[in-house]
């Protein structure tokens, strides 16, 4: 019976001094892609060191996995990071000749208590401490401008493809409204005024539009995954690339839609202010 | 080698006949080829854009490194200058690779931020660049003359001499903001050599050019050593000077100018790829499915016109031909035109594109090469091909008896 409790005792003694190492070895996250490259899962012990050799290691525990916030600026990268607690990393970077406490950071981030004050904060910082330089996330965030310009990009491309597909949309009504002169000469000829046979072409052309966005909308939908799904694939990104919104959406029907009933307007305008008698002459 | 035949004069007369009958069908309907020709103008001159912008960048970038001079640079990680780590010992890394057989000359390079006291007392932010390890400097002076070894000159690009309205041999005072050194260094007087051109100028920043042991002076250091990177002139063969550089220093990164791009190609610079692939390809697709439908509609317009041409002893082939011909007349010429429709449209799409922060001004996104014209020529050749497939196919089958007799009766 002694040497049993002996025996337990030892074995919670060492499970003490495991679990006691277990938790004073500093943790880290890795991310999903280093962690599929290397084999590495949560619990792992690891080392990390700043040169290759590998020498001055520190051991560090896999606390958790983690999916790198998708970053559009380091699209094609993959993101080989992990994550450590600050003065773990300072523990690990800091040379000799820096006495601990006296490392620098690359920046500070600071909540305010009042995010509207962000912009006389950051000039009072400047003007009272000349060596750092404080700015607002709104002035920071130089790629915000970037995704301003893209945008700008992408709807002046828009544009240009409007204009050819209004271009080739008039081209077709013409030559469809043509097609249907003798009818359209006959419902002159039996008494129907241009006007009415004018509203019948508006809300022809209405209908057919709007069949066409509906199409188009139902298209990009499915596009949108399959381009997606692509992308995120090709990159190992969790980035959305194309996102079709209901405002993106009312955009495009909004367009569409009167720009198809203009053009078979426009069309069949010429067409109408014809004698019936011209129209039906074959 | 047997020489190729010339084609015969009845093939040649058949062609040309096709083609003066396609024209007159076009002038008949001068609204509908109009519009035809138009709209192939407009989506060739996105489909040259997109040709153009493919390359673009790669080629502008690659034209800005080689103008610089330096074929090498030398970094502390796997990222590219100015994304990655100091080199701590730069100036000891630049005097031990210039000893190398295979390297001309190199020089340190290195970047902080800093600001200029305007004489009402504001402040303009500068790029503050030290160059150290050698004579050759990566900008080029416009106005007065290069900064002196020794002593605290700069030479300042345009923007910052038209802000400032500074001259050579002004004086300016200098406030730098350094990751290491001081913390807080004091203003230092700096005397303006010259007005610069930096080859990353960015349109409206103002850029400041030193040399490293100024800059370390800005920065309240008696001496600094570190570098962000270092360029490297090799004697004629990069590869083999980068190799050597690796060899000598393995804890460094060297990177060829081609090295260098092809890292941005797979970085930032395959969005533009990706998107000129795609668009592309969407553009080409609508253009094959309009000049398709319109080339349809119209020869069903013409059925009973063809069978009569056919009933006359135009034979089956020369029916197929004109239609072939007409798409390639409307395709052709829509093509033709959309080659200075598309340089405008570059034009004004570079434009937009270069309002992005941190765009050097002699970047461009789309940049003419010679091969982007012949695949905007194949492509549209391909295009209308294969739009005319199924009108060709309407004509080749068509019933000359049957279409006739509806025509008479219908």
Redesign the interface.
């Known amino acids: 019976m002694k040497h049993l409790i002996f025996v337990i005792a030892l074995a919670g003694a060492f499970c003490g001094v495991w679990l006691h190492a277990q938790e004073s070895t500093p943790t880290i996250l890795v991310s999903r892609q280093l962690a599929a490259q290397e084999g590495l899962n949560v619990g792992d012990a690891v080392e990390l060191a700043t ?2 050799r590998g020498g001055k290691s520190v051991a560090f525990r896999i606390a958790g996995i983690y999916e790198p916030t998708p970053d ?6 993959v993101p080989r990071e992990v994550r450590l607690h600050l003065p773990d990393l300072l523990a690990l970077t800091r ?1 000799e000749s820096t006495p601990e406490g006296t490392e ?1 950071v ?1 920046a500070i981030n600071v909540a305010l208590a009042n995010p509207e004050d962000a912009s006389a904060f950051a000039a009072e910082l400047n003007a009272k ?5 404080a700015r607002t996330t709104s002035g920071a965030a ?2 915000g ?2 995704f301003v ?2 945008e ?2 992408h709807l ?2 828009a544009a ?2 409007i ?3 209004t ?2 949309l ?3 009504t ?3 409204v ?2 249907r002169r003798e009818a359209v000469g006959m419902l002159r000829l039996i008494g129907l005024p241009a006007r009415r046979i004018l509203v019948q072409v508006l809300l022809e052309g209405l209908l057919i539009a709007s069949c066409g966005a509906v199409f188009g909308l139902v298209l990009a939908r499915g596009s949108e995954y399959l ?1 997606n799904a692509f ?1 995120q694939w090709r990159y190992d990104t969790a980035l959305v690339f194309v996102r079709v919104t209901p405002s993106v959406a009312a955009v495009c029907v909004a367009i569409a839609v009167p720009l198809g009933a203009v053009a078979t307007v426009a069309a069949s305008w010429a067409l109408l202010r014809r004698s019936g008698l011209r129209l039906a002459r074959r | 080698m047997k020489p190729s035949a010339p084609l015969s004069p009845t093939v040649l007369s058949t062609t040309r006949g096709a083609f003066a009958f396609a024209w007159r069908s076009l002038v008949r309907q001068p ?2 080829a109009t ?2 020709i ?2 192939v103008a ?2 060739g ?2 489909l040259f854009d997109m040709l153009l912008l493919s390359e673009g960048l790669v080629i502008s970038m690659r034209d800005l490194l080689d103008r610089m001079g330096f074929e090498i640079r030398v970094t502390a990680t796997d990222q590219l200058p100015g994304q990655g780590q100091d080199i ?1 010992d730069g100036a000891d890394a630049a005097s031990s690779i210039a000893t190398l057989p295979s390297v001309r000359s190199v020089i340190t390079m290195r970047t902080e ?1 800093a600001t200029i006291e305007r004489p009402d007392g504001s402040e303009l932010r500068t790029s503050l660049l030290g160059v150290g390890g050698g004579s050759r400097r990566p900008w080029t002076v416009i106005r007065g003359r290069e900064v002196a070894d020794t002593g605290l000159e700069v030479v300042v690009n345009d923007c910052t001499a038209t802000r400032l309205k500074l001259e050579p041999d002004a004086t300016i005072t200098l ?1 730098a ?1 350094c ?2 050194g ?4 004091p203003p230092v007087s700096f005397r303006v050599a010259g007005i610069a051109e930096f080859p990353f100028d960015t349109p409206g920043s103002s850029e400041t050019g030193t040399t490293a042991a100024a800059l370390a002076a800005a920065c309240g250091a008696d001496v600094d050593r570190s570098a962000d990177f270092l360029v490297v002139t090799s004697t004629g063969d990069p590869d083999k000077a980068a190799a050597e550089i690796a060899a000598l220093r ?2 460094l990164r060297p990177f060829t100018n081609e090295q260098a791009l092809s890292q941005m190609e ?3 610079f ?2 533009f790829r ?1 998107i000129s692939t ?2 592309t390809t969407v ?1 080409l697709s ?1 253009a094959l499915l ?1 000049i398709s ?2 080339l349809t ?2 020869v069903n ?1 013409r059925l009973g016109e063809v069978a009569a041409l056919r009933a006359l002893g135009f034979s089956r082939r020369r029916v197929v031909l004109d239609v072939l011909s007409e798409s390639a007349l409307i395709v052709g010429i829509g093509g033709m035109l959309s080659l200075p429709l598309g340089a405008l ?1 570059a034009v ?2 570079d434009q ?2 270069k ?4 765009i050097p001004t002699s970047l461009h996104f789309f940049v003419f090469q010679p091969q982007a014209l012949w695949m905007h020529g194949a492509l549209l050749a391909a295009t209308a091909i294969l739009a005319a497939l199924y009108p060709m196919r309407i004509v080749a089958r068509l019933p000359i008896a049957a279409t006739l007799r509806n025509e008479v009766t219908g």
């Open positions: 040169d290759e559009p600026m380091r699209l094609g990268a040379d620098h690359e401490m000349p060596g750092i330089l130089g790629s401008t970037t310009v893209l700008r990009f002046a491309i240009v493809t204009l050819a597909s271009v080739f008039l081209a077709l013409i030559m469809l043509d097609e381009i992308f | 609204a509908r519009l035809g138009l709209g407009a989506v001159a996105l701590l931020d406030r903001t990751a290491r001081a913390e807080a260094p393995p804890d797979r970085g930032g395959t969005y990706q795609v668009l553009t609508f309009l439908v319109l509609v119209s317009q449209l004004w799409l937009i594109l309002g992005m922060p941190g």
